[in-house]
């Protein structure tokens, strides 16, 4: 079995794009017909200069690879570099391919990647999610400097079955850009 196609697919995160301006996806499919997908963690550039970074990667370590042999991967993308120490977004790039290569594995074994991984460790775990401003109501994110209204936000969460969120008193961790 080996890796034979690439499918990039960018998504855009309408406004105000917390969380970032678009999020990347990668399908990969092999000779067999057996598909996995990923996304690409910390994409810092646009959206095309990503999708070149990625169709690069793939040209050179990742068409016509086992999809078995993931650390042979990291260690070839890594060695190809000047300092032996790739920046992050190659690291982002490698994750999304990664977690496709993990994805066609499963599927090849006919067991879910956490078994892959060492089995199940817990019978459930918490989640949590981050108090974001409710657009229908007007809020933006001068949500994250009013008390009383993330304090709403935050018994909506609860209501809706989370035992924890998370807030950020500095205000939100990325700024929309309609780029």
């Given at each position: 079995m080996k890796i034979s196609d690439l499918k990039v697919?960018?998504?855009?995160?309408?406004?105000?794009?917390?969380?970032?301006?678009?999020?990347?996806?990668?399908?990969l499919t092999t000779d067999d017909n057996i598909s996995g997908i990923g996304e690409v963690y910390c994409a810092t550039f646009g959206p095309k200069a990503m999708v070149a970074m990625i169709e690069d990667v793939f040209a050179r370590y990742v068409e016509g690879m086992d999809p078995f042999h993931i650390e042979a991967l990291w260690r070839k993308a890594y060695g190809s570099g000047y300092t032996l120490r790739p920046d992050a977004s190659l690291m982002g790039v490698l994750s999304g391919i990664e977690i496709a290569l993990w994805d066609i594995k499963g599927k090849a074994v006919g067991k879910p990647v956490y078994e892959l991984l060492g089995g199940k460790v817990h019978d459930s775990l918490r989640s949590y999610t981050y108090i974001y401003p409710d657009i229908a109501k007007g809020q933006d994110e001068k949500i994250y400097w009013n008390a009383e209204a993330s304090a709403e936000r935050a018994a909506h969460y609860v209501k809706q079955g989370f035992t924890a969120v998370k807030f950020d008193p500095a205000a939100p961790y990325s700024v929309f850009d309609p780029r």
């Open positions: 697919f960018v998504v855009g995160n309408p406004p105000p794009g917390w969380g970032g301006r678009y999020f990347i996806f990668v399908k």
